[in-house]
């Protein structure tokens, strides 16, 4: 069974910056998709960035320019570095591993709160 792990949320002015960790305890991290997506209150869950099992990146318009998600598959960890925070980003941010083998198995984490102030 997969299970992520998600740190690094806080509260931050509008302006700075957070790095969010997500560690996963699986065998083969690096076939894994990995991504955040968040989900603010009233709303949907959205994805904000994913990484493929190779490297490619992709971004939310919203986020981009301004969000970095990238992985090491030696610590099993994907990261996502989110500055120029605005208060639009407030949300809880989760974590995903997907893998598509006969199908496809999401995997999620328990999130954790992305506060952004004025």
């Known amino acids: 069974q997969v299970q992520l792990v998600e740190s690094g949320g806080g509260l931050v002015q509008a302006g700075g910056s957070l790095s969010l960790s997500c560690a996963a305890s699986?065998?083969?991290?690096?076939?894994?998709?990995m991504g955040w997506y968040r989900q603010a209150p009233g709303k949907q869950r959205e994805l904000v960035a994913v990484?493929?099992?190779?490297?490619?990146?992709n971004y939310a318009d919203s986020v981009k320019g301004r969000f970095t998600i990238s992985r090491d598959n030696a610590k099993n960890t994907v990261y996502l570095q989110m500055n120029s925070l605005k208060p639009e980003d407030t949300a809880v941010y989760y974590c995903?591993?997907?893998?598509?083998?006969?199908?496809?198995?999401?995997?999620w984490g328990q999130g954790t709160q992305v506060t952004v102030s004025s």
């Open positions: 995903n591993a997907r893998m598509v083998v006969l199908g496809t198995y999401d995997y």
């Open positions: 990484i493929t099992s190779g490297g490619s990146t």
């Open positions: 699986v065998k083969i991290f690096s076939i894994y998709s």
